[in-house]
């Protein structure tokens, strides 16, 4: 797996480090949020391990924002952190100091938890960002065709995904990216794809209860997802995968 460490302390982070990549993982390790972002950003992981205390913030505002599965450590946690990090589907959250057959074992959850999350996300985050992200299968490193297209009407949101959406794989997918183009007023889309998995990052705010049309829209987006999940000023939406090429 490609595995991204976030973790201030030094000599922790280089313990686990070195504990990854004996066990056979490729590893991006990140001493505070803004370079595990970049890194996030440039080579999207499999996984994530983090603790919770960052220097420039807290590792569940990184989790919430990649959306792959994840482990926490932290040496204190309080309750509201705890269920957090269970609502954002923490694999394990760790106590340290982490003994190594304790993250071992959890990295072995953290994999199973890859191979089966053959989802579709898609969270509004507070800002009304949303996120559809297929887990990529046979994850193919040439990338990646970029289309950054934005909107200040809902007429063109339709016709701009009729340039990109042909090129997408995954009619649910992309009948989910329609959707929800067309549901914000005025937005952007940013599309990276590669053969067999593309993601796409939209930006914009949705009032789902606006009128008629928008909860209608709110219920076939419902209607394709297999799971939304409200969150605090959003939502997440999740669908099984649908094969390439369907
Ligand atoms: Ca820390």
Redo the contacts with the bound molecule.
């Keep these: 797996m490609r595995l991204l460490l976030v973790?201030?302390?030094d000599a922790i982070r280089s313990a686990l480090d070195r504990a990854l990549r004996r066990w056979g993982h490729e590893v991006m390790a990140a001493a505070d949020l803004a370079t595990a972002k970049a890194l996030a950003a440039e080579r999207p992981p499999d996984g994530v391990i983090s603790?919770?205390?960052?220097?420039d913030g807290s590792g569940l505002d990184g989790v919430r924002l990649w959306g792959v599965p994840f482990i926490l450590m932290s040496?204190f946690a309080s309750f509201d952190d705890a269920v957090e990090a269970l609502r954002l589907g923490c694999v394990d959250f760790l106590t340290k100091p982490v003994a190594m057959q304790t993250l071992q074992a959890s990295i072995g959850r953290l994999g199973d938890r890859c191979r089966d999350w053959d989802l579709c996300l898609i969270s509004l985050e507070g800002g009304g960002s949303s996120l559809i992200r297929p887990v990529p299968e046979g994850f193919d490193e040439q990338q990646i065709a970029v289309e950054s297209l934005e909107w200040t009407h809902p007429e063109e949101a339709y016709r701009l995904f009729e340039e990109i959406g042909s090129q997408l794989e995954g009619k649910r997918e992309r009948q989910l990216l329609a959707e929800l183009m067309q549901a914000l007023p005025s937005g952007r889309v940013v599309v990276n794809a590669a053969a067999g998995w593309w993601r796409a990052w939209l930006a914009g705010t949705v009032d789902w209860q606006a009128d008629d049309g928008a909860r209608d829209r709110r219920a076939v987006i419902a209607d394709l997802a297999d799971r939304i999940v409200e969150r605090d000023g959003g939502m997440a939406v999740e669908c099984v995968r649908t094969r390439v090429g369907s």
């Design positions: 973790e201030d302390e603790d919770l205390k960052l220097p040496g």
